[in-house]
Structure formats: structure tokens, C-alpha cells
């Protein structure tokens, strides 16, 4: 089974911090995507890599940025976290878009 | 642009009762992919179910199904004896087809399932 770990499954953060969310797939998939949840809005996608080095923004990239250095690994960074940057973020992979997304468990930040 | 409308912000069903999720969609797309994900509260979201537009026949995994209208742009999810696990949140997805140009699936809002025992 393909295996999708984000690093932290809650995290704390001050106003102003550099904030890194890590994702890490084991099943060389080329693309790889960073989701938004708040409820009544749904899943937002934030960005997307579909190769090392590649990046496309998403609906909402407004405060973030990402890296992807190696293929199994995306990260997401806030650059400098606000509390409306407080979110559900999920991480997930998949080897073409019209297959199934396979999810990590996802990282509760809260910005205080 | 693409978009995906669920109707219902929350639902609930009696224990081995049948439930339906709408969603309806918004493209001028004619190859796409659709999709019900189901997000527990342990968070691990999971794929349910998956339709391609080119394909008549309804998809149906065991107890899922789904009532794919493509010209009313409807794609509603049927629940038949639910069970206490199937609660959860479930969001419909649209997806463009291979070489469609797009990378990415759009998400509904997602609706809330409640199964009483």
C-alpha cells in the first residue's frame, strides 16, 4: 500500500515563525499536492508539485511556498505564519491525476 | 472553471438503512473523472468510489454505488446498509481526463454522515 507521512500530526506556532509542514510518499509518485481543510469550505489546494524542482500554484498559494528537492519528499512552508494560516493541511500523492489521491493523515496547525 | 456543489451539509441514516449523498458539477469538459472520498475522524482520507465520464454503467464498490447523470452534471453517492463505520465526511472530486491539462481535482465542500445505531 502507498504509504503518504506528514512529519506532524498537530503543531503550534507563533505569529511571525517560519512554519516547514513535511510530506514524505513511498510509492514514487510524480505528483504530489498540498490541501487546505476548514469547514464549510472543503479541501483548498494550495500547490502542487508534478516533478522534482516543478511547482504550479493552486487555488490559494496567497502565504505559502513549497520545495521539492527529491521526488518522494514536498514540503510546505509558511513563511510567516498568521493565525488565519490556522488550517487542517493535508498532504497527499498520486502517479497521474485522474487515479486516486492517496492522503497523508494530515497536520493540525494552530497559529496563536 | 470547474466546480463541485454538495447540497447537503450534513446527513444522518438509521443503521442499515440506505443512504444518498448528492453532488452535483460544473464543466464543459466531456473526459473527466469523478470521485467520493470518505474522511473519518481519525483524518485518513480514502478514496470510495470512482466514475469516468466516458463510461455509461454506474460504478459500485460492495455496499457504494453511484447515480452518474451526465448530462443533468449529477453524481450522487448511495450508501446501502450503513453501517456505524460508514460515518464520516464525504467529499465528491472532479478530476479532468488524461491530457486534459490539468493536474489537479477539485473538491466539494464536503458532507457530513451521521449513522445512528
Known amino acids: 500500500d502507498v504509504k503518504v507521512t506528514q512529519s506532524s500530526r498537530y503543531l503550534v506556532k507563533r505569529t511571525g515563525e517560519k512554519v516547514f509542514l513535511e510530506c514524505v510518499q513511498d510509492?514514487?509518485?510524480?505528483?504530489m499536492f498540498w490541501y487546505r481543510q476548514d469547514p464549510g469550505l472543503g479541501l483548498r489546494l494550495i500547490y502542487f508539485?508534478?516533478?522534482?524542482?516543478?511547482?504550479e500554484k493552486g487555488d490559494i498559494p496567497e502565504g505559502y511556498s513549497v520545495s521539492r528537492e527529491k521526488k518522494e519528499r514536498f514540503s510546505l512552508i509558511l513563511e510567516s505564519a498568521s493565525t488565519n494560516q490556522t488550517s487542517m493541511y493535508l498532504c497527499?500523492?498520486?502517479?497521474?491525476?485522474?487515479?486516486?489521491?492517496?492522503f497523508g493523515n494530515g497536520t493540525r496547525l494552530t497559529v496563536t | 472553471a470547474q466546480t463541485v456543489t454538495q447540497s447537503q451539509p450534513e446527513m444522518s441514516v438509521q443503521e442499515a438503512e440506505t443512504v444518498t449523498l448528492s453532488c452535483t458539477y460544473d464543466t464543459s469538459e466531456s473526459d473527466y473523472y469523478l470521485f467520493w472520498y470518505k474522511q473519518p475522524p481519525s483524518r485518513q482520507m480514502i478514496l470510495v468510489i470512482r466514475?469516468?465520464?466516458?463510461?455509461?454503467q454506474n460504478a459500485t464498490e460492495n455496499r457504494f454505488s453511484v447515480n452518474f447523470q451526465k448530462a443533468a452534471k449529477s453524481f450522487s453517492l448511495k450508501i446501502s446498509d450503513s453501517q456505524l463505520g460508514d460515518a464520516a465526511m464525504y467529499f465528491c472530486?472532479?478530476?479532468?481526463?488524461?491530457?486534459?491539462?490539468?493536474?489537479?481535482?477539485?473538491f466539494g465542500k464536503g458532507t457530513k454522515l451521521t449513522v445512528n445505531p
Open positions: 510509492m514514487d509518485h510524480e505528483n
Open positions: 472530486a472532479y478530476s479532468l481526463g488524461p491530457g486534459g491539462g490539468s493536474e489537479k481535482l477539485v
Open positions: 466514475q469516468e465520464a466516458y463510461k455509461q
Open positions: 508539485s508534478y516533478d522534482v524542482k516543478m511547482k
Open positions: 497527499a500523492s498520486t502517479q497521474v491525476t485522474f487515479s486516486p489521491l492517496h
